[in-house]
Protein backbone atom coordinates (compact mmCIF):
# COMPACT_ATOMS: atom_id res chain seq x y z
CA UNK A 1 0.00 0.00 0.00
CA UNK A 2 1.54 3.44 -0.71
CA UNK A 3 1.52 6.50 1.64
CA UNK A 4 -1.44 8.24 -0.56
CA UNK A 5 -4.02 4.74 -0.03
CA UNK A 6 -2.29 5.10 3.47
CA UNK A 7 -3.42 8.93 4.21
CA UNK A 8 -7.00 8.12 2.07
CA UNK A 9 -7.64 5.18 4.83
CA UNK A 10 -6.35 7.33 7.56
CA UNK A 11 -8.75 10.19 6.76
CA UNK A 12 -11.92 8.28 5.68
CA UNK A 13 -11.69 6.13 9.31
CA UNK A 14 -11.62 9.73 10.68
CA UNK A 15 -14.47 10.80 8.75
CA UNK A 16 -16.39 7.43 9.13
CA UNK A 17 -16.01 7.66 13.15
CA UNK A 18 -17.63 11.35 12.93
CA UNK A 19 -20.70 10.25 11.17
CA UNK A 20 -21.19 6.88 12.95
CA UNK A 21 -21.49 9.12 15.60
CA UNK A 22 -23.47 11.86 14.23
CA UNK A 23 -26.34 8.80 13.15
CA UNK A 24 -26.20 7.39 16.60
CA UNK A 25 -27.21 11.00 17.57
CA UNK A 26 -29.80 11.63 14.93
CA UNK A 27 -31.46 8.43 15.80
CA UNK A 28 -31.73 9.64 19.65
CA UNK A 29 -32.74 12.52 18.23
CA UNK A 30 -30.34 14.74 19.91
CA UNK A 31 -29.36 16.87 16.93
CA UNK A 32 -31.41 19.23 14.73
CA UNK A 33 -28.82 20.15 12.42
CA UNK A 34 -29.19 18.72 8.74
CA UNK A 35 -26.99 16.98 6.52
CA UNK A 36 -26.16 20.12 4.83
CA UNK A 37 -26.03 22.42 7.82
CA UNK A 38 -23.94 19.91 9.46
CA UNK A 39 -21.44 20.78 6.18
CA UNK A 40 -22.22 24.53 7.00
CA UNK A 41 -21.13 24.59 10.79
CA UNK A 42 -18.29 22.15 9.72
CA UNK A 43 -17.00 25.44 7.39
CA UNK A 44 -17.71 27.96 9.57
CA UNK A 45 -16.15 26.68 12.66
CA UNK A 46 -12.77 25.53 10.32
CA UNK A 47 -12.93 29.47 9.26
CA UNK A 48 -12.44 30.39 12.89
CA UNK A 49 -15.38 33.39 13.39
CA UNK A 50 -15.83 34.34 8.97
CA UNK A 51 -18.01 37.23 8.50
CA UNK A 52 -21.34 36.23 6.95
CA UNK A 53 -20.16 37.40 3.48
CA UNK A 54 -16.56 35.30 3.91
CA UNK A 55 -18.57 32.42 4.49
CA UNK A 56 -21.13 32.83 1.73
CA UNK A 57 -18.41 33.05 -0.93
CA UNK A 58 -16.00 30.53 0.30
CA UNK A 59 -18.75 27.69 -0.10
CA UNK A 60 -19.94 29.54 -3.32
CA UNK A 61 -23.47 30.84 -2.04
CA UNK A 62 -25.65 33.30 -3.00
CA UNK A 63 -26.31 35.88 -0.56
CA UNK A 64 -30.26 35.21 -0.12
CA UNK A 65 -29.15 31.73 0.49
CA UNK A 66 -26.65 32.29 2.82
CA UNK A 67 -28.49 34.53 5.06
CA UNK A 68 -31.06 31.67 4.95
CA UNK A 69 -28.78 28.88 5.66
CA UNK A 70 -26.91 31.26 8.76
CA UNK A 71 -30.50 32.41 10.03
CA UNK A 72 -32.00 28.62 10.65
CA UNK A 73 -28.43 27.79 12.29
CA UNK A 74 -28.89 30.94 14.63
CA UNK A 75 -32.64 29.89 15.50
CA UNK A 76 -31.57 26.20 15.96
CA UNK A 77 -29.11 27.49 18.95
CA UNK A 78 -25.86 26.54 16.90
CA UNK A 79 -25.08 29.75 15.87
CA UNK A 80 -24.94 33.27 16.70
CA UNK A 81 -24.05 36.57 15.07
CA UNK A 82 -21.74 38.95 16.39
CA UNK A 83 -21.58 43.05 15.02
CA UNK A 84 -18.13 43.71 14.55
CA UNK A 85 -17.10 46.58 16.39
CA UNK A 86 -15.27 48.72 13.77
CA UNK A 87 -17.78 48.06 11.01
CA UNK A 88 -21.52 48.27 12.45
CA UNK A 89 -22.90 46.65 9.29
CA UNK A 90 -20.81 43.55 9.62
CA UNK A 91 -21.39 40.35 11.33
CA UNK A 92 -19.06 37.89 12.55
CA UNK A 93 -20.39 33.87 13.01
CA UNK A 94 -19.40 32.36 16.44
CA UNK A 95 -20.54 28.75 17.05
CA UNK A 96 -22.03 27.99 20.54
CA UNK A 97 -21.54 25.77 23.10
CA UNK A 98 -24.29 23.71 21.68
CA UNK A 99 -22.32 23.39 18.36
CA UNK A 100 -19.27 22.33 20.00
CA UNK A 101 -21.17 19.59 21.68
CA UNK A 102 -22.01 18.03 18.64
CA UNK A 103 -18.38 18.68 17.44
CA UNK A 104 -17.04 17.52 20.14
CA UNK A 105 -18.10 14.22 18.87
CA UNK A 106 -15.14 13.70 16.29
CA UNK A 107 -12.68 16.01 18.51
CA UNK A 108 -12.35 14.24 21.38
CA UNK A 109 -11.82 10.92 18.91
CA UNK A 110 -8.88 12.71 17.11
CA UNK A 111 -7.28 13.36 20.45
CA UNK A 112 -7.71 9.59 21.43
CA UNK A 113 -5.83 8.95 18.44
CA UNK A 114 -3.19 11.36 18.68
CA UNK A 115 -2.60 10.14 22.40
CA UNK A 116 -2.02 6.80 21.43
CA UNK A 117 0.33 7.42 18.36
CA UNK A 118 2.32 10.00 20.79
CA UNK A 119 2.71 7.13 23.13
CA UNK A 120 3.81 4.94 20.70
CA UNK A 121 6.13 7.15 18.92
CA UNK A 122 9.52 8.70 20.13
CA UNK A 123 10.28 12.06 20.54
CA UNK A 124 11.86 11.95 16.61
CA UNK A 125 9.22 9.81 14.99
CA UNK A 126 7.02 12.78 16.67
CA UNK A 127 8.83 15.32 15.66
CA UNK A 128 8.64 13.69 11.74
CA UNK A 129 4.41 13.54 11.93
CA UNK A 130 4.66 17.21 13.08
CA UNK A 131 6.82 17.35 9.81
CA UNK A 132 4.42 15.93 7.48
CA UNK A 133 1.75 17.47 8.61
CA UNK A 134 3.29 21.10 8.15
CA UNK A 135 4.37 20.27 5.06
CA UNK A 136 0.59 18.79 3.96
CA UNK A 137 -0.98 21.64 6.06
CA UNK A 138 1.24 23.98 3.36
CA UNK A 139 0.00 21.97 0.42
CA UNK A 140 -3.77 22.50 1.30
CA UNK A 141 -3.04 26.08 1.84
CA UNK A 142 -1.84 26.04 -1.66
CA UNK A 143 -4.93 24.49 -3.25
CA UNK A 144 -8.05 26.03 -1.21
CA UNK A 145 -7.95 29.67 -0.59
CA UNK A 146 -9.06 30.85 2.60
CA UNK A 147 -10.07 34.58 3.88
CA UNK A 148 -7.21 36.49 5.20
CA UNK A 149 -6.36 35.79 8.78
CA UNK A 150 -8.83 32.67 8.97
CA UNK A 151 -6.11 29.90 9.85
CA UNK A 152 -2.64 30.14 10.01
CA UNK A 153 -0.35 30.54 7.55
CA UNK A 154 1.68 27.75 8.63
CA UNK A 155 1.80 25.40 11.19
CA UNK A 156 5.14 25.55 12.25
CA UNK A 157 5.98 27.39 16.00
CA UNK A 158 8.94 29.45 14.77
Known amino acids: MNTQEKFELVYNN ?13 QGRETSLTTVETFCME ?3 ALGRPT ?4 GSFIGLSTPNTAYKIANLVKKGYLK ?3 CPDDKREYR ?8 D ?8 MN ?17 FDRSLEVIYAEQMEETPLPDGHLPASLSDE
Open 14 to 26: FKLHFYREIFHKI
Open 43 to 45: VIY
Open 52 to 55: ISEF
Open 81 to 83: KVQ
Open 93 to 100: LEVTQRYM
Open 102 to 109: YYNISASY
Open 112 to 128: NVIGHVQEKMTDEEIHG
